[in-house]
């Protein structure tokens, strides 16, 4: 028997035409159609155990031109999660994305400690992007801290499970960054360019350093008297090395 205590709504939020409904489709039935049929609003209930808990989760999709605000500030009043999703072949929608997470942090007093996941759809189209990955992990990061960040083909089924789970992983741990290791891999041409001057002008001091160092290490060396060493004696050469 499921505990309706630990019911959950995961709301479904982007523009018309993202792949909103394909997304929630290809996790829970596996099908996608290309078909385009604008939703209106559509529910579907799942049960789930973890850790031994029972739990309903309702998957709340919603369309993408809401006429009336206010039908809108409802869904964000009443979710437990959010899913906020975009087409990389369209800036406009990932612009749209930007303005509901701004609705949702003027609604929700407590939006940190909301799970939500940004969704970037049809990789399949990459040959079309409008969106570039990294400019999208830098928001997400730097100005949402959503913290959670995946791209996603809903046609090809590629990485659907992982919006899940990072939904999840977000659930059990709202404030966590999730997707930080690979955002510290990719830098930003600036900041790349930054690094290399800071490295070449640290290793040209350390030259320098190095340089004297071993000079004065020749001197002392050239200084003292030469000593005839024993064959079993091994050579030292740890004053010519910098640690």
């Given at each position: 028997m499921v505990d309706t205590d630990h019911r959950n709504r995961v709301i479904f939020l982007g523009a018309g035409g993202v792949g909103k409904t394909s997304i929630l489709k290809r996790f829970l039935t596996g099908k996608f159609t290309d078909e385009y049929r604008e939703t209106v609003e559509?529910?579907?209930?799942?049960?789930?155990?973890?850790?031994?808990?029972?739990?309903?989760?309702?998957?709340?999709?919603?369309?993408?031109?809401?006429?009336?605000?206010?039908?809108?500030?409802?869904?964000?009043?009443?979710?437990?999660a959010?899913?906020?999703?975009?087409?990389?072949?369209?800036?406009?929608?990932?612009?749209?994305?930007?303005?509901?997470?701004?609705?949702?942090?003027?609604?929700?007093?407590?939006?940190?400690?909301?799970?939500?996941?940004?969704?970037?759809?049809?990789?399949?189209l990459e040959d079309n992007r409008q969106v570039e990955k990294f400019d999208a992990l830098n928001w997400v990061y730097n100005e949402s801290s959503c913290g959670a960040f995946v791209e996603v083909s809903a046609k090809a089924?590629?990485?659907?499970?992982?919006?899940?789970?990072?939904?999840?992983?977000?659930?059990?741990?709202?404030?966590?960054?999730?997707?930080?290791?690979?955002?510290?891999?990719?830098?930003?041409?600036?900041?790349?360019?930054?690094?290399?001057?800071?490295?070449?002008?640290?290793?040209?001091?350390?030259?320098?350093?190095?340089?004297?160092?071993r000079s004065r290490s020749l001197i002392r060396r050239g200084s003292k008297p030469k000593v005839k060493k024993s064959a079993g004696r091994h050579q030292n050469n740890d004053d010519c090395v910098i640690s």
């Open positions: 559509e529910l579907y209930c799942k049960d789930y155990s973890i850790d031994e808990t029972d739990f309903k989760v309702d998957f709340l999709d919603t369309a993408g031109n809401l006429e009336f605000p206010a039908m809108r500030r409802l869904y964000i009043s009443t979710a437990h959010f899913v906020l999703v975009y087409s990389i072949t369209n800036q406009a929608t990932f612009v749209e994305v930007k303005s509901l997470w701004e609705q949702i942090k003027e609604v929700r007093s407590n939006y940190e400690d909301l799970p939500c996941v940004i969704v970037g759809n049809k990789l399949d089924n590629d990485c659907i499970k992982d919006v899940f789970k990072l939904l999840l992983e977000k659930a059990k741990n709202p404030r966590a960054r999730l997707n930080e290791p690979f955002l510290k891999r990719r830098l930003s041409e600036h900041s790349l360019e930054q690094q290399k001057e800071q490295t070449a002008e640290k290793g040209a001091e350390e030259g320098i350093s190095n340089k004297f160092g």
